[in-house]
């Protein structure tokens, strides 16, 4: 499985995408119509917002990630095993950096948003 992360300026490739957690908010209205029944208005679904988390085998490229998710560019994430999870965002809340439990490997949590391409 190859993932990435990429701007316009850099690209980074982490060893293993960790965790992926998405939804997507629903817009539809119902409204109940007076003698029964119910009129609906149904519209496209917002796009995802989640938490992903990804390993790196080293600091450099796991600061690098963290530092691409936390500045002001899209950054666009592919996946070639799961094409379906790939998308285009922004951070969207926090943006972590820690070690696991062996202190060797590095992870970067992101709460995102995706944006439209």
């Known amino acids: 499985m190859t993932s990435s992360f990429s701007t316009s300026t850099v690209a980074v490739i982490p060893s293993l995408v960790a965790g992926y957690d998405a939804s997507r908010g629903t817009q539809h209205a119902f409204h109940p119509i007076l003698g029964g029944g119910e009129d609906v208005y149904a519209r496209v679904a917002l796009p995802r917002t989640g938490t992903f988390t990804v390993a790196f085998e080293n600091l450099a490229d796991a600061q690098t990630l963290a530092d691409m998710c936390a500045g002001t560019s899209v950054v666009t994430f592919a996946d070639s ?30 709460d995102f948003h995706e944006v439209n391409p």
């Open 81 to 110: 095993d799961v094409p379906t999870i790939g998308m285009r965002f922004l951070a969207d809340g926090q943006v972590r950096l820690s070690q696991d439990d062996t202190r060797t490997i590095w992870l970067v949590t992101v």
